[in-house]
């Protein structure tokens, strides 16, 4: 298996524009998370699927943030309007099922900087 | 509210050294505790898991220790690599809330040759 992929890996954007990120998880797992890491913050869970179906998007910063997974082979993360502040890098994630038990396997990350 | 702390300064130690890093956490009580490796430019890579219930996990040369008293725990790399350089983070979640992690802010670890 590929792992998990994400598009673009940069993204270079002026604020105001949409900018919409890209995640393929591997295949046969079942639960996916969006991750926000910034110097300041760390890794910051934003949002995660189950089964396609969104649990909790407790993490997700503003109404400009919206995630959607509309099968089990695809999500996206979409930001509209960007702002200078949202500059991070995201990260996919994705596991064979929600347990507390089960590692999470991270793509490489889309570095969006927000101009 | 739940806090979880990292070494925040490098860590610094000469090639074929134990390293140790830490992990506390306060106003939480965890199921589990998972370590990950970041390498700069790459998303987190799982290393190690354990359990409330276990007090020590073994893999090669990576241990791991938890302390539920002491709301602790440990990493250790022994007989350290300079291939061994990244930053360690751990990551915490209980029973209630399913596969939700919460990620320390990672100590970034040097092995110098």
Request: glycine share 6%; aromatic share 10%.
């Amino acid at each position: 298996d590929a792992g998990v992929i994400q598009s673009p890996r940069h993204e270079v954007t002026e604020m105001g524009q949409e900018v919409t990120l890209r995640c393929k998880p591997i295949s046969g797992h079942n639960s996916l998370f969006w991750y926000r890491q910034t110097m300041m913050r760390g890794l910051e869970l934003l949002i995660y699927f189950n089964n396609n179906v969104p649990i909790d998007d407790s993490g997700m910063p503003e109404d400009r943030f919206s995630a959607k997974m509309p099968n089990a082979s695809f999500s996206t993360l979409k930001i509209q309007p960007s702002e200078p502040r949202d500059s991070a890098v995201y990260f996919c994630a994705s596991s064979l099922r929600l347990d507390y038990y089960n590692e999470q396997f991270f793509g490489p990350g889309t570095r969006l900087t927000v101009l | 509210s739940q806090k979880i702390e990292q070494n925040s300064e490098a860590l610094n130690i000469q090639e074929g050294k134990t390293a140790t890093l830490t992990c506390n956490y306060t106003n939480y009580s965890p199921a589990y505790l998972q370590w990950y490796r970041q390498d700069p430019g790459r998303g987190p890579v799982f290393l190690l898991l354990i359990r409330e219930n276990e007090k020590e996990k073994r893999k090669e040369r990576l241990k791991v220790t938890f302390d539920t008293t002491l709301k602790q725990s440990l990493f250790h790399i022994t007989a350290s690599q300079p291939a061994d350089s990244a930053t360690y983070l751990c990551a915490l979640a209980n029973y209630n809330q399913g596969g939700k992690l919460i990620f320390g802010q990672g100590t970034e670890l040097s092995v110098k040759p």
